[in-house]
Structure formats: C-alpha cells, structure tokens
C-alpha cells in the first residue's frame, strides 16, 4: 500500500528555519518523481519543490534559493530544508508521489 507521512511543521519566526520530512511506504522513492506542494488558506494548491528520479530538482521561484528538496534512498524519505522563511511561506505543506498524497503538516510563520 502506497502511503506517505509528513512530520516536522510546526510555528517558526520570520528568518528561522524548518525541516520537513515525508516518509514514504510500499514504494521506492528513489525510482520516483518526488515533489512538494503547499497550500495556503483561500489560496490554490501550489508546487513548492520536486525531484525527479534521476535527481533534478525544480523550486518555484518564491523559493528559490531559501529551499531545498532531497531524499534519502537509504531512509526512503524526502525532505524539505526551508531557510530565511516568511509569513507568506505559512501554508499546509503536503508530500506527493506515486500518485499519492500525504495528509500535510502545517507551517506557520510569524513572530
């Protein structure tokens, strides 16, 4: 059974930094594209981060430069490194792959 579990949001200062975690289940996420997604309240979904099997990586480019998505084959886990967060970054950040989604953990940004 496919399934993935996000960890690690939580209240963080404007300029802090968060690590997010996505442990994923019943696949490898090393043969998969991987990707983050965010969602902010009255607000789409939107891709923040992805992976591609082979390991090329896309940022949209509200977080270029501040955020970075890698993984762990060893783990079978991807993370999301996110710095010099802002309040605009305070959303429900949700994992995807393989056709799943986990259930999201929730960053929020303010002082």
């Known amino acids: 059974q496919v399934q993935l579990v996000e960890s690690g949001g939580g209240l963080v200062q404007p300029g802090g930094s968060l690590r997010l975690s996505c442990a994923a289940s019943g696949f490898i996420v090393g043969f998969n594209d991987m990707a983050w997604y965010r969602q902010a309240p009255g607000k789409e979904r939107e891709l923040v981060a992805s992976v591609t099997s082979s390991g090329l990586s896309t940022y949209a480019e509200s977080v270029k430069g501040r955020f970075t998505i890698s993984r762990s084959n060893a783990q079978n886990m991807v993370y999301l490194q996110m710095n010099n967060v802002k309040p605009e970054d305070t959303a429900v950040y949700s994992c995807?792959?393989?056709?799943?989604w986990g259930p999201g953990t929730q960053v929020t940004v303010s002082s």
């Open positions: 995807y792959g393989r056709g799943q």
